[in-house]
């Protein structure tokens, strides 16, 4: 497949061995993604790593730990049923979601092991990743996560390839996500919920001058 560049949300983040580090991952995760049904998770994960860019606190834990959690948060989707991933029943979907989350180590493990990350940060990486759906944890790394999902989601390329995916009213879709983060997970970090808001009135703006 052809693997879109990375972008990792500010530009002096990283030095040349960390990005390399990072697309030597996402090499690994992008065709995984590319596997997913339910919507484009390449084009998703893109939007969380510079979500993840934008929002983590400037330190070592970015490229090691933050950034690598975030290209791989989706990839357990690689083994979830197919069938499982288009049903429209609730209990599927809530099935599909927690088998995403148990599947990812099964994915995540083999390509840091191939990378030669130590198993100590295998675990840590793995560790954010199970915590990003269904929890409200009270580490900073694993809020980070759950912020730069729902931050990325009202980005503009996200927000409107979700439009197409679930073929749902921009409008509908828009709201959704705003009534989500206010009443169902908001935001841990003031930074996601400053950068969440301006993308959302950017997306309302488009919708208003369609
Ligand atoms: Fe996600």
Not at 2 to 7: E, G, M, Q, R, V
Not at 102 to 126: E, F, K, M, Q, V
Not at 136 to 158: M, N, T, W, Y
């Amino acid at each position: 497949m052809n693997i879109p560049k990375l972008d990792f949300g500010r530009t002096t983040l990283l030095t040349s061995k960390d990005a390399a580090f990072l697309n030597g991952i996402w090499r690994e995760a992008a065709p995984c993604l590319a596997r997913g049904i339910r919507k484009d998770f390449v084009v998703h994960t893109m939007g969380v790593v510079k979500a993840m860019g934008t929002i983590a606190p400037l330190n070592q834990n970015i490229a090691s730990t933050l950034l690598p959690a975030a290209i791989l948060h989706d990839v357990g989707w690689f083994l979830v049923e197919g069938k499982l991933q288009k049903s429209n029943s609730k209990t599927d979907m809530e099935m599909a979601l927690h088998l995403h989350i148990a599947y990812a180590p099964n994915i995540i493990y083999p390509i840091l092991h191939r990378i030669g990350l130590p198993t100590h940060s295998i675990d840590r990486i793995a560790d954010i990743v199970r915590a990003h759906k269904f929890q409200r944890p009270s580490d900073p790394d694993k809020q980070l996560l759950i912020d730069a999902d729902g931050l990325s989601d009202v980005f503009k390329e996200q927000f409107w390839s979700d439009v197409t995916s679930y073929n749902v009213l921009p409008a509908v879709l828009l709201d959704k996500r705003v009534t989500d983060k206010q009443e169902e997970e908001p935001f841990f970090f003031a930074i996601s919920r400053r950068r969440f808001k301006i993308e959302a009135a950017k997306r309302l703006g488009e919708i208003a001058s369609r």
